[in-house]
């Protein structure tokens, strides 16, 4: 089990993936109930502070000031600030390509964390999504981008 005094999922880091999470789910219900600000918003606030309580605020400022961020964290930021003053749509899809910047090196990893968790695996309809998203060993990894 990940309980121990060793673990890398502490307390806080639970609290600060839950965050995330609902923070993800807020921005998802925003879309759905018509691009509602408010939730949008909300999932927005939520997601920036699970990830400063994940990974500690200083290493979200890090993150996000990197050079290479810098472009992503604009877009995101912008995307955010969007959202607030009323330009809902246009906001959420710069913010997705704020996201998208920030995050894209990611995905190959979460690909193979996915594809490695055996509950997951074995569910037959998200292993073909899997698949068809980057079937296995053709995955780029994260030096592929010179900068």
């Known amino acids: ?3 121990g005094s060793g673990s890398w ?3 806080q880091r639970k609290i600060g993936l839950g965050l995330t999470g609902f923070g ?3 921005t998802i ?3 759905l109930m018509l691009f509602d600000r408010g939730l949008i918003a909300m999932g927005n606030l939520l997601f920036l502070a699970g ?4 990974i500690g605020l200083q290493s979200t400022i890090a993150f996000f000031m ?3 961020n810098r472009k992503g964290s604009i877009f995101y930021l912008g995307g955010c600030l969007l959202v607030i003053v009323g330009w809902t749509v246009v906001g959420l899809f710069v913010e997705a390509y704020g996201f998208w910047l920030l995050f894209c090196e990611f995905i190959p990893t979460a690909l193979q964390f996915f594809r490695h968790t055996p509950i997951l ?3 037959p309809f998200l292993r073909t999504v899997l698949n068809k998203i980057g079937p ?6 994260t030096n592929a981008k010179a900068h």
């Open 1 to 3: 089990m990940l309980a």
């Open 9 to 11: 999922l502490t307390d």
């Open 24 to 26: 993800m789910l807020f």
């Open 29 to 31: 219900l925003g879309m």
């Open 51 to 54: 990830l400063s309580t994940t």
């Open 66 to 68: 990197k050079r290479k």
């Open 121 to 123: 695996n074995n569910i």
């Open 136 to 141: 296995p060993g053709t995955l780029p990894t």
